[in-house]
């Protein structure tokens, strides 16, 4: 019964904390300005995160062993460094974009400036990393996390024309008032929203501070190619939201605010108050996930003690590094900074980075030195070939379909 409970568990943590703030606003535009018409790069994405998350998580059980710990091992420091350079950028940007997620949520519950509430949140989140338990925090957030269900029930409850929705989606066709290149750009910020880096090395990260073993691959690929693509069924139900609200009075989404209207259209009062919960614990989880993921990783490389189970006395430089990205994202976001903005910028590098991402864990998850047995199958090694293509060719359109389009404007 324990087994059973810890896998369930796991899947609805997963469920709750797969959708971040980047996933909110991205697909929130995206649906009131293209409908479901990008719904298949959503789940083009989804199903890309879950074979690298399973090949991390995979490593993880077999080699007892940090991914950048073995990046570094495996293809040298140089590599190492490059890998962990564009990574870190990423996650750092992405760690204050969730800060500023999380003030906007606040925001909306205190009608307080933001800027005034992101000290606050700066503190919270370090107090979190800092003095709560792993297990508590992931749990407990990414249960809350299941509140922004109420997406789902919503669309069912605004009763959209479903058949023009799956054609939309189905017919992979741009509106007539968008350009094709604006379309591109939304195409690979979609496709980085839902493959963001820090998910896979929190992913395994957490796996190795849980001390996953063999014995719990099957727990672990539940927990991937269960709660991953629920929480990609989300991301459309956003998405499907926003198109019914938005799209037939031509509103673009350019606030968390407007995120959320749908809900209140469907539910009124009692929605918005569930959305918030939601908005809250699912950009907070992020936060913690994203500012453990960069002291994982400069942990891993550099080997130094790292560890949300380890006390601070045991792993200063990695509580030092979670302060120092605390003081970072809250000194960017007092200026007044949109988070939003950062936001968009932090999916479209995520973008740029996912084949210094993808590739050494496609590396290592291929090497008996580690893996034993349970290197990857030819299925595995097909779809992470294919993947890698289409992370290269993300990573080269990325910056200069966000300078063309200027950010999809």
């Known amino acids: 019964m324990k087994k059973v ?13 797969f959708v971040d703030i980047g996933d909110l606003v991205v697909n929130a535009q995206v649906g009131a300005r293209f409908g479901l018409s990008l719904g298949l790069v959503v789940v083009v994405g989804v199903l890309g ?5 399973e090949m991390s998580g995979r490593v993880a059980a077999c080699s007892k062993r940090g991914t950048f710990d073995l990046v570094r091992e495996r293809l040298g420091p140089r590599m190492g460094l490059l890998n962990l350079l564009a990574s870190l950028i990423v996650t750092v940007l992405t760690f204050i974009a969730e800060v500023g997620g999380v003030a906007l949520s606040l925001t909306l519950v205190s009608s307080v400036n933001e800027v005034l509430v992101v000290p606050l949140v700066g503190l919270l ?8 338990k792993f297990s508590l925090m992931e749990n407990v957030l990414g249960l809350l996390g299941l509140c922004l269900v109420v997406f789902a029930v919503a669309l069912w409850k605004l009763s959209p024309a479903w058949g023009d929705l799956t054609h939309q989606m189905v017919a992979v066709a741009k509106p007539g008032d968008e350009t094709w290149l604006t379309y591109c750009y939304y195409v690979v910020a979609l496709f980085g929203a839902a493959m963001t880096p820090y998910e896979v090395f929190f992913f395994s990260s957490g796996g190795v501070e849980e001390k996953w073993g063999i014995k719990d691959l099957t727990t672990m690929r539940a927990n991937v190619f269960v709660g991953f693509p629920l929480g990609g069924l989300l991301s459309l139900a956003i998405a499907g939201c926003a198109s019914v609200v938005f799209g037939p009075a031509n509103i673009d989404v350019a606030s968390l605010s407007q995120v959320g209207m749908p809900i209140g259209v469907a539910f009124g009062k009692v929605g918005i108050a569930i959305v918030l ?10 936060a913690c996930e994203t500012g453990l993921s960069a002291g994982y990783s400069l942990g891993q490389y550099f080997g130094f003690q790292w560890g949300k189970y380890v006390g601070p006395g045991k792993a200063t430089r990695f ?16 200026t007044g900074v949109d988070p939003i903005m950062v936001t ?11 084949p210094l991402t993808y590739f050494p864990i496609l590396v290592v ?4 030195d580690y893996m034993g047995e ?36």
């Open 319 to 334: 509580h030092l590094v979670i302060v120092v990205c605390t003081l970072l994202a809250v000194a960017v976001l007092m």
């Open 365 to 368: 998850a291929n090497d008996r």
């Open 374 to 409: 349970h290197t990857n199958g030819m299925l595995a090694n097909t779809l992470g070939s294919v993947y890698l293509v289409l992370v290269v060719v993300a990573s080269i359109v990325a910056i200069p379909l966000l300078i063309v389009t200027g950010m999809g404007s």
């Open 344 to 354: 968009e910028i932090s999916v479209v590098g995520s973008a740029v980075a996912l």
């Open 125 to 132: 989140v370090w107090l979190v990393l800092w003095r709560a």
């Open 49 to 53: 995160i879950c074979v690298f998350a």
């Open 277 to 286: 919960v939601g908005f809250v614990a699912a950009t907070f989880g992020a």
């Open 5 to 17: 409970f810890a896998l369930a568990l796991g899947i609805l943590t997963a469920i709750g904390g």
